[in-house]
């Protein structure tokens, strides 16, 4: 497992000409602040899949016309943790969940050239417990798919699922059991859930990224957390579990540091959410900017 500590890594490794375009964008500008709600321009165009049994699933599409690309530009489902429920609004906005790190970065892929698919809940989702148990479901999978089969004819470019936090368990629960069009080209985990807890009332609470059958995966993944997480789900110590039962044909785990939250305290479950180690606070744009970097074939 490679450790990432500050900005170390950017001596180390050659970009490609989008890369490079976006980190001299954000040189030129402040870093993102945690807490800042999301600018009206990272919302997009409406896309509504039918899904199973007679529902309806939603994504905000979302791109930056004129961010540099080659050839079709690559397409990020982005699929946020807790109940996955975004309550995206007719603009494209996410009502919930709005402050959530996969948001805070999407300005980020958008400036490099990068297409974004946020993906909400399904329609008869909408209950307090959100998606739920439901995200290891073959039919969750299924679902999913229908929205990676729906965005080539749009972007004309690979496709890649990046889930955080109980969004992994989606993600990989997909990567898993996708073939064919319906599969994504590669896979993105950020704060990956490996903990899960049976005792607590709610069943679902004790599912965990390997909980799918990972063996299947064989697309390129990438296993990111920080090193000062204190979610008690969520231990960086165990990323290289992940890669040692996927397939992939590139795989990497990294654990990142930094940031203004030190290590120390005693995990527990309330450093799960926005403005921790957990959310990559005060990181978006070297996380978004190494995420890029392996999204086109080099290393985080």
Not at 48 to 53: L, M, N, R, S
Not at 216 to 237: F, K, M, Q, S, Y
Not at 262 to 277: F, L, Q, S, Y
């Amino acid at each position: 497992m490679k450790r990432i500590a500050g900005s170390t890594w950017r001596s180390a490794l050659r970009f490609s000409p989008r890369v490079l375009l976006f980190l001299a964008s954000m040189a030129a500008s402040s870093v993102a602040q945690p807490v800042a709600a999301p600018p009206a321009n990272i919302c997009g165009e409406v896309v509504t899949i039918a899904t199973h049994d007679r529902t309806t699933t939603r994504y905000a599409f979302a791109q930056k016309p004129d961010a540099p690309a080659r050839g079709g530009p690559i397409a990020l489902v982005l699929l946020v943790g807790g109940g996955g429920v975004l309550d995206l609004d007719g603009a494209g906005c996410p009502r919930a969940f709005a402050r959530n790190s996969l948001i805070r970065m999407r300005p980020f892929f958008h400036d490099a050239g990068f297409v974004t698919a946020l993906v909400d809940a399904p329609s008869d989702v909408r209950g307090e417990n959100g998606l739920a148990g439901f995200r290891t479901a073959r039919q969750h999978a299924a679902d999913l798919g229908k929205e990676i089969a729906d965005l080539p004819s749009r972007t004309h470019g690979q496709v890649w699922l990046v889930g955080h936090s109980r969004g992994t368990i989606s993600a990989a629960n997909a990567a898993a059991r996708l073939s064919g069009a319906s599969a994504p080209d590669g896979l993105v985990l950020l704060s990956a859930l490996m903990s899960g807890d049976a005792s607590r009332r709610k069943p679902f609470v004790a599912q965990t990224v390997f909980d799918p059958p990972l063996e299947a995966i064989t697309v390129p993944v990438l296993v990111i957390g920080h090193e000062a997480d204190n979610c008690l789900r969520a231990p960086a110590r165990l990323m290289g579990a992940i890669t040692a039962r996927t397939r992939g044909v590139r795989q990497q785990a990294v654990a990142v540091a930094g940031g203004p939250i030190k290590p120390g305290r005693a995990p527990n479950i309330a450093d799960c959410g926005v403005g921790e180690p957990h959310d990559f606070v005060a990181q978006e744009a070297e996380v978004a900017a190494g995420i890029l970097r392996f999204v086109e074939g080099g290393g985080y």
